[in-house]
C-alpha cells in the first residue's frame, strides 16, 4: 500500500508551490484536486502583485512584501524546470484611487505623469489623480502551467477529479484522506482547496466563494498599454502577447461561476472609457471564477487542533501574490521549523468561539 509523506488537498498555485517546497526538501507529495490541477480560481485570477498599502491589508503587508520579493527567482525557477515560459511583467502600475484613498495616495505614492506614461488614457483620464506603483504582474495561467510541470518533472504525484471529503483521523492525529474514489494515507495532510476547504471534515473553516467576473479583449497593438491601469470603475492587465485583462466584480453568489452578460458588457464599457482605442477591441473570452475568501478577509495558515492536519486558504484575492511565501512559511510549519513570520494573525484558532 503506498503511502506519501505529505497529501496536499488542492491543486491550486498555493497548492503547488507548496508541493513543490515540500518536494525540494524531500518529501514524497500528492496532489488531490476536486477537477484539474490550476484550473479554478488560480487560472481566473488577473495576476497583479500587490504590494502597496492602500490595497494590502496591514496584518498581511510584511508576507506581501516578502513574496513580491521572491517573485523573480519562483518565476525563474519555474521557468527553468518547466521549460515554459512565464510571462511576469515589471512595468509597474498607473493608480487612479477612488475618493476615500486620494489622501492616503497623497502622502505615499509618487504622481503619474499619465500623459507620458500612457498616451492612450482617454482625455477624461488626464485630469485626474493618478499615482505610479513599481510593481509586478504575472500571467496566472502560464503560472499555474509552469508550476504543474514543474512538480511532475520533481516527482510529485498527482490524483485529478478526485474530491476530497474527509480527512482521516486515528488516535487523534491525521492518517490520510477520503476522497469520492478511494482512500489514500499519510501522516501530514494540508488543506488548501481554496473555496471548497470548508466542506472537508473534520474542521469547518469558514471559506466561502467570492465570484469575481472578467475578460480578455485583443488589444489593437502589443504596445497599446505598458503598465497596469488600475481604477475604481476596472482594472486593466496588459499581456505581452497583446491580450488585455479587464477585470472585475466582487460577488456573494455561492458557487456559481456563470458569467453574466450585462455585467461583461459593463467592464467593457469601463475599459472603453479610460481607453478609448479599446472600442473596436474583440473580446476573446469572458469567465468568473471563486476566490476563497474568510469573515475577516485574512488567509488561515498553519496547524490545526488535529495533530499532521494542517491548512494554507483563504488567500482571497492574494493567492497568486502569496504563493511563494506561502510555500516557504507553511514548509517550514510541516517540517517543524520555525517560520520567518509570524502566522499568529492567519491561525484557525481564531474564528473558534
Keep these: 500500500?503506498?503511502?506519501?509523506?505529505?497529501?496536499?488537498?488542492?491543486g491550486g498555485i498555493i497548492g503547488l508551490s507548496l508541493a513543490i517546497e515540500l518536494r525540494k526538501r524531500g518529501?514524497?507529495?500528492l496532489i488531490v484536486e476536486r477537477g484539474e490541477p490550476?484550473?479554478?480560481?488560480?487560472?481566473a485570477a488577473g495576476g497583479m502583485?500587490?504590494?502597496?498599502p492602500l490595497e494590502t491589508a496591514p496584518a498581511l503587508q510584511a508576507l506581501?512584501?516578502?513574496s513580491v520579493r521572491m517573485y523573480p527567482e519562483f518565476v525563474h525557477e519555474l521557468e527553468v524546470e518547466s521549460g515554459m515560459k512565464v510571462d511576469l511583467r515589471d512595468r509597474g502600475a498607473i493608480v487612479f484611487p477612488s475618493a476615500e484613498h486620494l489622501p492616503?495616495?497623497?502622502?505615499?505614492?509618487?504622481?503619474?505623469?499619465v500623459s507620458e506614461l500612457e498616451p492612450a488614457l482617454g482625455g477624461a483620464c488626464q485630469n485626474r489623480p493618478a499615482f505610479f506603483l513599481a510593481e509586478r504582474c504575472v500571467d496566472p495561467r502560464a503560472l499555474c502551467a509552469a508550476a504543474v510541470q514543474t512538480a511532475k518533472r520533481r516527482g510529485v504525484d498527482f490524483s485529478s477529479g478526485d474530491e476530497v471529503i474527509r480527512v482521516d483521523?486515528?488516535?487523534g492525529r491525521a492518517s490520510g484522506v477520503t476522497t469520492t474514489k478511494t482512500v489514500f494515507h499519510t501522516a501530514k495532510v494540508v488543506n488548501c482547496a481554496g473555496a471548497w476547504s470548508g466542506r472537508i471534515e473534520p474542521h469547518a473553516f469558514p471559506t466561502r466563494p467570492v465570484k469575481g467576473q472578467m475578460l480578455y479583449l485583443a488589444m489593437p497593438s502589443r504596445d497599446l498599454l505598458k503598465h497596469v491601469i488600475r481604477a475604481p470603475e476596472a482594472y486593466l492587465i496588459p499581456r505581452s502577447d497583446g491580450r488585455l485583462l479587464v477585470g472585475t466584480t466582487v460577488e456573494e453568489a455561492g458557487f456559481d461561476k456563470r458569467t453574466d452578460a450585462a455585467t461583461i458588457q459593463r467592464l467593457h464599457r469601463a475599459a472603453i472609457s479610460l481607453v478609448p482605442r479599446l472600442a473596436d477591441a474583440r473580446i476573446l473570452e469572458d469567465w468568473a471564477g471563486l476566490r476563497p475568501g474568510t469573515p475577516d478577509t485574512l488567509p488561515?495558515?498553519?496547524d490545526t487542533s488535529t495533530a499532521g492536519y494542517y491548512v494554507a486558504t483563504g488567500h482571497y484575492r492574494d493567492g497568486i501574490l502569496l504563493a511563494p511565501v506561502t510555500a516557504q512559511i507553511m514548509s517550514a510549519v510541516i517540517e517543524d521549523r520555525i517560520p520567518h513570520h509570524d502566522l499568529s494573525a492567519f491561525s484557525a484558532a481564531r474564528f473558534h468561539s
Excluded at 38 to 43: K, L
Excluded at 104 to 113: C, D, F, H, V, Y
Design 1 to 10: 500500500m503506498k503511502t506519501w509523506d505529505v497529501i496536499v488537498i488542492g
Design 27 to 29: 518529501a514524497m507529495v
Design 38 to 43: 490550476g484550473r479554478e480560481a488560480s487560472h
Design 49 to 52: 502583485l500587490v504590494d502597496c
Design 64 to 66: 506581501a512584501t516578502a
Design 104 to 113: 492616503q495616495a497623497e502622502i505615499s505614492l509618487q504622481p503619474a505623469p
Design 169 to 171: 483521523v486515528s488516535g
Design 300 to 302: 488561515i495558515l498553519g
